[in-house]
């Protein structure tokens, strides 16, 4: 579930679009570290978020085994909600 991550500048707050030699266009401080540490981050939530879903899908697929069609299909929109709301609450 890739998004587009918003990094500021840690010396003057802009928003990064460009970065130039791995420096800030408006205030020319070194961004190279802390742009990867954004990165990095973010692809530590998106493996958890990646995790967790699968735990809940074979989890409802464990629960739903002997439902019939109506029920199963709202035990996996029900989960379903339940992973949009905690990458919701995860990335923004």
């Known amino acids: 579930m890739p998004l587009a991550t918003r990094v500021?500048?840690?010396g003057c707050g802009a928003r990064l679009r460009?970065?130039?030699a791995g420096r800030c266009p408006h205030c020319g401080a070194e961004v190279a570290r802390h742009v990867q540490a954004a990165r990095s981050r973010e692809q530590r939530i998106e493996q958890?978020?990646?995790i967790v879903s699968t735990?809940?899908?074979l989890l409802v697929f464990a629960l739903t085994s002997g439902l019939g069609l109506v029920?199963?299909?709202a035990a996996y929109a029900v989960g379903g909600a339940?992973?949009?709301f905690l990458a919701?609450?995860?990335f923004f």
């Open 8 to 10: 500021d500048c840690p």
């Open 18 to 20: 460009r970065k130039p």
């Open 48 to 50: 958890i978020v990646a």
């Open 55 to 57: 735990v809940l899908v």
């Open 71 to 73: 029920e199963g299909v």
């Open 82 to 84: 339940l992973v949009w």
């Open 88 to 90: 919701k609450r995860l």
